[in-house]
């Protein structure tokens, strides 16, 4: 008979009694890697302006300036993932924090738009040491059954930076300029440093993987190829050009290697046979899907707000709370929702809601009341707060507690590269949509420049206040063709989280047999993971 005396933990017993001041200081270190992506997106109107408002972006260099951050963050953080356990989670922790602080403060003082995208690609290094350090060091200082509420109250903390990232971006954007937006980020690391020094306890894996230095150029190098070619494509608003093609079709064939590497390899990067099991692999698909939507969403609904409706960055970012708010609420009570009617229903029905949010995009326009996109926000924050939680549970007791490290690693992985892909992907489409329907449009406009002020919105409407007076017939029409783009894209956003609807409900588990039982717990454990990951035995050695 398993008695719950102390004696029985694993976790030693200072560590424990400190566990929710740790998650505290983990919350703040995910807190700034979170938050910088929900500030540049209120920010990323002003970059676009010229000199010198800001940088003068083009939509392409935007997205990049987004996505580069983002494909370096996912191309390392598996291999990051992997140093934590072997060299220790606070070790790589901390070195991740000083690069991503140093990243930020050199953003700030980017020149050019390429600076600014090399700079970023420098703060998505850090992120990438600090995301899955974060989940693996929850993983080890909370026992078994503490871990989903652990983990709801992590993913809320994305809801709180998601929150205060738009709020805080508008503020500074209102009263200093837009590098302020990085800047900001240089007193968060260095509190965060300080108090993870203090408190936080370093963990790592007894026997860690060798790292897999082929794969790791191999993933970054598909990613960025084919992430480039969809990029390419939408800026053309040609997915026939060649050199769209030749992108996408080189990082298709170098991810294709990777897998094949991988699958044949000694010491993988991704240890192929997680992939094996139907639950966990569901779970990933989950992931990726709802930063798809969320990711290319805000792409667009900054430009709604700010360039169709007309409201600052600062009302943009208070018009984001309810979908912060939202999450906040929700992801820590998922669990509640997953006890009471089990997995698949719980994550199913938040796809089904996500799919439902997206696609009421498509009835928005010029004059639609505000209300309606809050409620819409709200709605939407509350579908991601029930698909997060449940599935980043699965994913992490899918794998022993030593190997932690590799589990968040795969987990934000396949989330960001599920962003980059819902940034390029949507943004695309969003691009090749205007430029269709504003292209015959732009005759007021000397040639030369046509093409260019075809790319966006905030292209047409600048060459459009160059031309002065003559410009303001642009106006209408712009406003006309942006609307319409948001809508199909909205549509194949709303696509796609059908989509994943459908493969959770296949094959994420449903309610446990045996409710208030250890069932519940097995059911978060997916079904055969002791030949894969060894997820049954962790939880027998905990017994």
């Given at each position: 008979m398993t008695s719950p005396a102390v004696p029985a933990r694993r976790i030693p017993e200072h560590v424990y009694r400190r566990r929710w001041v740790i998650l505290g200081v983990l919350i703040l270190s995910l807190l700034i890697v979170v938050l910088d992506n929900s500030i540049l997106n209120v920010a990323i109107k002003t970059i676009s302006t010229p000199a010198p408002t800001g940088l003068g972006a083009t939509q392409s260099e935007l997205e990049w300036a987004i996505n580069a951050y983002t494909l370096v963050f996912a191309g390392l953080l598996f291999t990051a993932g992997l140093l934590g356990d072997r060299l220790g989670r606070k070790k790589v922790l901390l070195g991740g924090l000083a690069v991503f602080g140093m990243g930020s403060a050199l953003a700030a003082f980017s020149g050019s738009p390429a600076e600014l995208i090399g700079f970023r690609a420098l703060m998505g290094l850090g992120a990438a040491f600090v995301m899955p350090a974060t989940l693996a060091v929850l993983m080890n200082v909370f026992e078994r059954d503490e871990q989903p509420k652990a983990i709801g109250i992590w993913a809320g903390g994305v809801g709180l930076a998601i929150a205060i990232g738009p709020v805080t971006g508008g503020v500074?954007?209102?009263?200093?300029?837009?590098?302020?937006?990085?800047?900001?980020?240089?007193?968060?690391?260095?509190?965060?440093?300080?108090?993870?020094?203090?408190?936080?306890?370093?963990?790592?894996?007894?026997?860690?993987?060798?790292?897999?230095?082929?794969?790791?150029?191999?993933?970054?190098?598909?990613?960025?190829?084919?992430?480039?070619?969809?990029?390419?494509?939408?800026?053309?608003?040609?997915?026939?050009?060649?050199?769209?093609?030749?992108?996408?079709?080189?990082?298709?064939?170098?991810?294709?290697?990777?897998?094949?590497?991988?699958?044949?390899?000694?010491?993988?990067?991704?240890?192929?046979?997680?992939?094996?099991?139907?639950?966990?692999?569901?779970?990933?698909?989950?992931?990726?899907?709802?930063?798809?939507?969320?990711?290319?969403?805000?792409?667009?609904?900054?430009?709604?707000?700010?360039?169709?409706?007309?409201?600052?960055?600062?009302?943009?970012?208070?018009?984001?709370?309810?979908?912060?708010?939202?999450?906040?609420?929700?992801?820590?009570?998922?669990?509640?929702?997953?006890?009471?009617?089990?997995?698949?229903?719980?994550?199913?029905?938040?796809?089904?809601?996500?799919?439902?949010?997206?696609?009421?995009?498509?009835?928005?326009?010029?004059?639609?009341?505000?209300?309606?996109?809050?409620?819409?926000?709200?709605?939407?924050?509350?579908?991601?707060?029930?698909?997060?939680?449940?599935?980043?549970?699965?994913?992490?007791?899918?794998?022993?507690?030593?190997?932690?490290?590799?589990?968040?690693?795969?987990?934000?992985?396949?989330?960001?590269?599920?962003?980059?892909?819902?940034?390029?992907?949507?943004?695309?489409?969003?691009?090749?949509?205007?430029?269709t329907h504003i292209e015959d449009k732009l005759v007021l406009l000397p040639p030369g420049v046509r093409h260019a002020a075809g790319e966006s919105i905030e292209a047409t409407l600048g060459a459009a206040a160059r031309l002065g007076p003559r410009g303001d017939a642009l106006i209408g029409p712009a406003n006309d063709a942006f609307l319409h783009a948001m809508h199909i894209t909205a549509l194949c956003g709303a696509g796609v989280a059908v989509l994943g609807a459908i493969v959770v409900a296949l094959f994420l588990p449903g309610r446990s047999p045996e409710p208030g039982g250890d069932g519940k717990d097995e059911e978060l454990v997916p079904t055969g993971a002791k030949d894969t990951t060894g997820a049954k035995d962790a939880t027998k050695r905990r017994d």
């Open positions: 500074l954007l209102d009263h200093f300029w837009w590098g302020s937006v990085f800047l900001i980020n240089v007193p968060i690391v260095l509190i965060a440093l300080t108090l993870m020094l203090w408190l936080v306890p370093d963990s790592r894996d007894p026997s860690p993987g060798r790292i897999d230095p082929v794969g790791v150029v191999l993933s970054v190098a598909g990613l960025v190829l084919l992430v480039y070619g969809i990029i390419k494509g939408g800026q053309l608003a040609d997915f026939t050009d060649a050199t769209a093609l030749s992108a996408i079709g080189a990082g298709l064939a170098v991810l294709v290697a990777f897998v094949v590497l991988e699958k044949r390899s000694t010491h993988p990067s991704i240890d192929m046979a997680y992939f094996s099991n139907k639950v966990f692999s569901a779970s990933i698909v989950a992931i990726a899907l709802v930063f798809f939507a969320l990711l290319g969403v805000m792409f667009f609904a900054v430009f709604y707000t700010q360039s169709v409706r007309g409201y600052s960055p600062l009302e943009t970012g208070l018009l984001l709370l309810p979908l912060a708010a939202a999450q906040m609420i929700f992801a820590p009570r998922a669990r509640l929702l997953v006890d009471r009617f089990g997995n698949r229903a719980t994550t199913t029905g938040g796809m089904l809601l996500l799919a439902a949010t997206l696609a009421a995009f498509a009835v928005l326009d010029a004059d639609t009341p505000i209300w309606i996109l809050e409620v819409i926000f709200f709605l939407m924050g509350t579908a991601m707060a029930n698909v997060m939680t449940p599935v980043s549970v699965v994913i992490m007791q899918a794998l022993p507690r030593e190997k932690a490290g590799s589990a968040s690693a795969l987990s934000n992985t396949f989330r960001q590269v599920g962003g980059a892909f819902g940034v390029a992907i949507l943004g695309s489409v969003l691009s090749t949509a205007y430029r």
